[in-house]
């Protein structure tokens, strides 16, 4: 299977833990994203690597969260001290970057994600 | 701020009816637009995209057109099959070499019957 891949699907934690979550993107994408879905509403963007440089963060990334790309690879996102208001479904995404031209687009291919429920 | 409003579901609908789940944006510049489905117990995959006004997307019977004048791509097939169940997402992206994060709206949930 050459998609998105993510680990673990599913993770269950008492609040106050630190989960670690990772994602592998497609092979020759540089682009790599994390969203966070929780129920009922759309995914939110999180944060956004091109290679192994974090370009954007959201204002959602509270100083709880912190992601890393280290070779441009794969991708961890770490929560520190979890909290009940953390349980979603941490979505990844990866893309080409591409051409640099108005109304481009590279399509984010998205993995199957994470479901994580804090207690 | 760049945002999607789409209409709440859930959207129940027998087979071989007629679909359309209405999506409306707020966006400065020039977004791509995009419709993604997540069947159940699967990853959002990209259903169709424009990238410019005037544009129609489609793909599987699905269609959507970029209309720029209402800010509107609402998504329509003729004909729709049980298959089709999933919830359905608008959404937009800045594009033109920005980060191309996604905005997604709410999702629709769409139930159809045989």
């Known amino acids: 299977d050459t998609g998105v891949s993510q680990d673990p699907r599913h993770k269950i934690t008492k609040r106050g833990q630190n989960v670690t979550f990772r994602c592998d993107p497609i092979?020759?994408?540089?682009?790599l994203y994390w969203y966070r879905q929780t129920l009922g509403q759309g995914p939110e963007f999180l944060t956004y690597f091109q290679n192994e440089a974090q370009l954007e963060k959201s204002r959602l990334l509270s100083d709880r969260f912190s992601a890393e790309r280290p070779k441009g690879s794969f991708s961890t996102l770490e929560i520190q001290r979890t909290e009940q208001g953390d349980s979603a479904m941490y979505l990844c995404a990866s893309s080409h970057s591409g051409t640099v031209v108005v109304g481009s687009y590279n399509e984010q291919f998205f993995g199957p994600g994470t479901r994580l429920t804090v207690l | 701020g760049n945002s999607v409003t789409q209409m709440e579901g859930p959207v129940t609908l027998s087979e071989e009816a007629f679909l359309t789940i209405n999506c409306t944006y707020t966006a400065t510049g020039y977004p791509s637009l995009f419709w993604y489905v997540q069947y159940p117990g699967e990853g959002l995959q990209l259903l169709l995209k424009?990238?410019?006004?005037?544009d129609k997307g489609s793909n599987k019977g699905f269609e959507a057109t970029y209309r720029k004048e209402t800010t509107s791509f609402h998504l329509e097939k003729g004909s729709v099959q049980v298959s089709d169940s999933a919830v359905y997402f608008c959404?937009?992206?800045?594009?033109?070499?920005?980060?191309?994060?996604?905005?997604f709206g709410t999702g629709t949930l769409l139930a159809v019957q045989p």
């Open positions: 959404a937009l992206s800045e594009g033109g070499g920005a980060t191309n994060k996604l905005i």
């Open positions: 092979s020759e994408h540089n682009r």
């Open positions: 424009a990238t410019k006004a005037d």
